[in-house]
């Protein structure tokens, strides 16, 4: 069977409805040269038929920055390095309120309203987000909030306000997650996750490709997320911050990140596919195929300490690529 033939096999059973397994997608995931343009196809169709041809577009604020206790390598935010990133507490909820408003007006559907930190441990700051999250609403846009772990009860006070998706990265694999922080576990991570299935939140749980980790630690992240049935999947590339031990840390390769988001697509068929932070730089050239390689949505506007591309050009490559919000 040549690998034209075996995407064309895969594609039909994953079509029909059926999982693929680890050894499947190891095998998707040694596939090179001409032959990787067939899996791109293969994964846009997969995307045309479980998510249609709408581009789901979220926006964030970064409602509280710096001085967070834990270690992850990658954040500009952590105390644990000298970044230069602002460092704030938690804004007011008209300020929340004007950036949903311009998220909206660049498409929007979803706000994410994100803090820096372990959790949230001041009862007025958990009231300041719940309001915040009720003005979101308000606005007609999809609640959506990053505060890290959280207990039932903050999680159960939130959705009673209004939330209606919490965001909590598993980052990467099991196996590689102790490069990736050491100040809570991965277990921690997947607990919370828990909890807000628990109690009837919708999931949003990606994680960060470029950390040092290989493509088969991205199959088993990819994996994970299947098993506790996320909602949505956020695909960060690594954007190297001076300060961090990562950087000095190379970009991930166009057609790896390109990869990565097919095979998600492949194990991950009727899921939300959302490309995020350092999309552009990770990209170059090709970010437009992420649309055509298996993604069905993307972050529009800027990143937490960093700009992001403009939403005019974004809402462009939609409209060019046939697509629609």
């Known amino acids: ?34 032959d990787l343009w067939d899996l791109f196809a293969a994964a846009g169709k997969l995307r045309e038929q479980y ?58 559907k979803r706000f994410c309203i994100v803090t ?80 807000a299935r628990a109690l009837g939140l919708s999931l949003c749980s990606g994680g960060i490709l470029g950390l040092g980790e290989s493509m088969d630690d991205r199959i088993k992240m990819a994996f994970t997320l299947r098993e506790i049935d996320v909602d949505s999947v956020p695909i960060n590339f690594l954007m190297p911050i001076q300060g961090t031990p990562l950087e000095m ?5 166009p057609l790896q990140a390109l990869h990565a988001i097919a095979l998600f697509r492949f194990i991950l068929p009727d899921k939300e596919i959302r490309i995020c932070g350092g999309r552009g730089s990770g990209l170059g050239q090709l970010h437009p195929m992420i649309l055509t390689a298996g993604a069905d949505g993307f972050m529009i506007g800027n990143y937490l300490t960093r700009s992001g591309l403009d939403p005019a050009d974004d809402l462009e490559m939609i409209e060019n690529l046939g697509l629609s919000i």
């Open 1 to 34: 069977m040549t690998v034209r033939q075996h995407i064309t096999d895969v594609l039909q059973r994953v079509s029909d409805g059926h999982a693929i397994d680890y050894q499947t997608a190891r095998e998707l995931s040694r596939i090179s040269g001409a």
């Open 51 to 108: 998510r249609g041809t709408k581009v789901d577009l979220c926006s964030i604020i970064n409602a509280k920055s710096g001085l967070c206790s834990e270690d992850c390598v990658f954040c500009a935010q952590s105390s644990y390095y000298t970044t230069g990133s602002p460092a704030y507490p938690l804004i007011s909820v008209d300020r929340m309120d004007k950036a949903a408003e311009s998220a909206k007006k660049n498409g929007a």
């Open 116 to 195: 820096s930190g372990r959790g949230i441990d001041s009862c007025d700051d958990l009231k300041q987000i719940a309001a915040g999250i009720n003005r979101v609403r308000e606005r007609g846009l999809s609640p959506c909030a990053t505060l890290g772990t959280l207990t039932m009860d903050q999680l159960s006070y939130l959705k009673d306000a209004g939330l209606h998706r919490y965001h909590h990265n598993i980052e990467t694999s099991r196996d590689f997650f102790t490069n990736v922080c050491t100040t809570h576990s991965f277990d921690e991570r997947l607990m919370v996750l828990s909890d």
């Open 249 to 253: 840390s190379d970009s991930i390769a």
